[in-house]
């Protein structure tokens, strides 16, 4: 079975890399073999993140957000499997990597923070075991050093009382402790990308905004690059450079933050940030939700995905998929209005 | 620490008064006596021995006793009563202290129960991972169809099962007592299987639990490889269920099964303890009972201290 499948990349002709990229997905498209069929997570997924920049993506629960990025560490979780696509980071054809190749590259190249700090960290061992793992198994130091780099990431890290916490439990630390030791541990060995899985969900707003600050501090000292995955549109406005929306396992809207937030040209962008509250009107209105519930990606729909929900669905949208627009060099959008907008100026020109 | 300690050891020898207490009484409730059985007795030596062991005594003062000692008309023994660890003498087998028997039987049936508990944790805490990680596979079904089987049989099938085929079929092991090493492996192997089947059984459930944990998924995304995972990270969260069932499990072995030593040969404790009861034997049965309540509860409190090293959140108060 896998030596068809190698058979299959070698005759296929793989896409490369672009050399002042860190992240590059082609096409990607990943399914989950369940019990009741194959549920299509990921379908023609293409993104990529340059050296030191940060990619918000944005999406509802089961778009795919964590499972792109996920995939990229090799970390899909059974019965999950890559279909097709070409993976590249830093260098490595994630295709073709070998789980040691993985063992070697997480947690020295890439790291990840997890949504619910909570349950992340290993309740049986120190603060200080947990830290030092990491920078013992990718680094040469021994024991004292290892110990030394521990203290000096908790102090980067803003914990107080360093010498302390090396030596306590994780149920001794609150939540939002425990999210910095999480992303101590990330930033162990200075990796070139940090994958934040919504980082910031488990905790409530005051600390939300601390651990937020306290990444894009990190990413400026250490100038690595950061996806931040989560579905809530505040948090990716004040700290992204660049925007992917996704929608049942596609990417449906991708740009820099300002064209996502003054130019949203796919509905379903529209419609999630018509929904965000508004605190400076004086009226009370209600927020606008979008109708209609997520895809069943067990049977996925023929034309848009998000066209049952869509307000402005015409016929097209039920029958085809449409194809990306391009709006400006680094705004993309799918939609069919798009091209309706498109062909009704070409047939105005021509008249 | 220290405090919990003595707490429990106060806490201990009062569980201890308590089932004492309540085994004197049962045991006298229960109709007969030592020297009921032997008809070749006349009346009047009956009446002597009665006499002389203290039998034609209320049972209260019997159980004073028993409890805090004297006694003596000529070796009608009880001296220092159980307040001062003397367990009196046997009825039955004249002439032994009954700590004598338990001295000399009990380290036979340790010796089996020993090695059948390393057995069964060294072959029931892989095997139960082993399934885990397979789940839904081959490994895990043949491992589930071991462990059903292990639970399901009773042991004196296990025992007869294995004694025809080795020691009949086969004639390559011994098929009672415990005069080579070869003799230990059929009994060792009866005792083991029930424990073995339980603690796979329960491996298997807890790794299963730990295994979809977020922290397993952060140790592998730290680069860890799947050994390191699994034996450091892994391990130690699974085990605790297993620790758990340790306790009991480790006193019950120790102490002997009576069928298995009745089957194999072996003068253990286990055997000694229900022919006392049969017998009627009544200080036999006191001190046996004692002694095995007193291993439950320290291996109990062990079990617990254990806990408290392996998991950190564990408060012991």
């Not at chain 1, 990349?9 to 992240?23: G, M």
């Not at chain 1, 070998?98 to 061992?125: A, H, W």
């Not at chain 2, 029931?124 to 789940?135: D, K, V």
């Not at chain 2, 034997?281 to 291993?295: C, E, H, K, R, S």
Request: aromatic share 8%.
């Amino acid at each position: 079975m896998k030596k068809k499948q190698n058979k299959e990349t070698e005759a296929r002709e793989i896409i490369s890399a672009k050399p002042d990229r860190l992240v590059d997905i082609y096409h990607e498209r990943l399914s989950f073999f369940t019990p009741a069929g194959e549920v299509k997570a990921l379908n023609d997924v293409s993104l990529s993140v340059k050296p030191g920049e940060i990619l918000g993506i944005v999406g509802e629960s089961g778009s795919g957000k964590s499972v792109t990025a996920y995939s990229l560490m090799g970390l899909t979780a059974y019965p999950g499997k890559l279909l097709g696509g070409d993976l590249w980071f830093n260098g490595h054809y994630v295709n073709d990597m070998t789980e040691r190749d993985f063992c070697k590259m997480r947690g020295n190249e890439v790291s990840i923070i997890f949504q619910d700090p909570m349950t992340s960290l290993n309740p049986v061992y120190t603060i200080g075991n947990q830290i030092e793992e990491v920078i013992r198994l990718h680094t040469d130091k021994n024991r004292k050093q290892a110990k030394a780099r521990a203290l000096e990431l908790l102090e980067l890290v803003g914990i107080n009382e360093p010498e302390k916490r090396l030596k306590q439990y994780p149920h001794e630390l609150s939540g939002g402790m425990r999210q910095r030791v999480m992303i101590a541990i990330g930033l162990a060995c200075e990796p070139k990308l940090l994958i934040a899985d919504e980082p910031t969900t488990a905790l409530d707003v005051t600390i939300q905004a601390q651990i937020l600050e306290l990444m894009m501090d990190l990413k400026k000292k250490l100038d690595m690059a950061i996806i931040l995955i989560t579905h809530d549109l505040g948090v990716v406005a004040g700290t992204c450079d660049r925007i992917a929306v996704m929608y049942a396992g596609q990417i449906v809207e991708s740009g820099t933050t300002e064209e996502i937030f003054y130019h949203p040209s796919h509905e379903y962008t529209k419609g999630l940030i018509a929904s965000i509250p508004k605190l400076h009107e004086e009226e009370h209105t209600r927020l606008v939700p979008i109708e209609g519930t997520p895809v069943d990606l067990l049977n996925p729909p023929k034309g848009c995905p998000f066209a049952p929900r869509c307000v402005n669905c015409m016929k097209v949208c039920l029958d085809r998929q449409p194809a990306f627009t391009e709006i400006s060099d680094t705004h993309i959008s799918k939609c069919w209005l798009l091209d309706k907008a498109k062909w009704e100026a070409e047939r105005k020109a021509e008249n | 620490m220290l405090k919990y300690i003595i707490k429990r050891v106060i806490l201990a020898i009062l569980t201890i008064w308590l089932v004492a207490t309540l085994t004197f009484f049962l045991m006298h409730a229960v109709p007969g006596g030592p020297f009921v059985a032997e008809k070749s007795i006349s009346p009047q030596a009956i009446e002597a021995l009665n006499k002389k062991f203290g039998m034609d005594k209320s049972l209260p003062e019997q159980y004073m006793t028993y409890m805090f000692g004297s006694r003596n008309e000529e070796t009608g023994k009880i001296e220092g009563g159980v307040i001062r660890g003397d367990f009196s003498l046997s009825l039955k087998q004249r002439g032994f202290t009954v700590s004598r028997i338990i001295t000399t039987k009990f380290p036979v049936s340790a010796k089996v129960g020993g090695l059948a508990i390393l057995l069964a944790l060294v072959v029931g805490i892989p095997l139960g991972s082993i399934a885990a990680l397979n789940r839904g596979k081959w490994a895990d079904n043949v491992i589930l169809v071991f462990t059903t089987c292990g639970i399901a049989f009773p042991s004196f099938v296990v025992c007869t099962v294995t004694m025809y085929l080795f020691s009949m079929k086969l004639g390559i092991l011994p098929s009672g007592g415990l005069d080579l090493g070869t003799s230990y492996i059929l009994p060792v192997f009866s005792l083991a299987f029930y424990p073995m089947a339980y603690i796979t059984r329960l491996m298997r459930s807890s790794m299963l639990d730990v295994v979809g944990q977020d922290y397993m998924r952060t140790a592998k995304a730290k680069g860890l490889s799947q050994s390191v995972c699994l034996f450091k990270h892994a391990l130690r969260n699974a085990i605790l269920p297993v620790v758990t069932y340790l306790g009991p499990m480790i006193a019950g072995t120790l102490s002997g099964s009576f069928i298995v030593e009745k089957i194999f040969r072996i003068p253990g404790l286990g055997g000694q303890f229900v022919s006392s009861i049969t017998n009627r034997d009544y200080t036999v049965i006191m001190g046996t009972t004692i002694f095995y309540a007193a291993l439950v509860i320290v291996m109990i409190l062990l079990v617990d201290i254990l806990y408290k090293l392996i998991d950190p959140r564990i408060e012991l108060k």
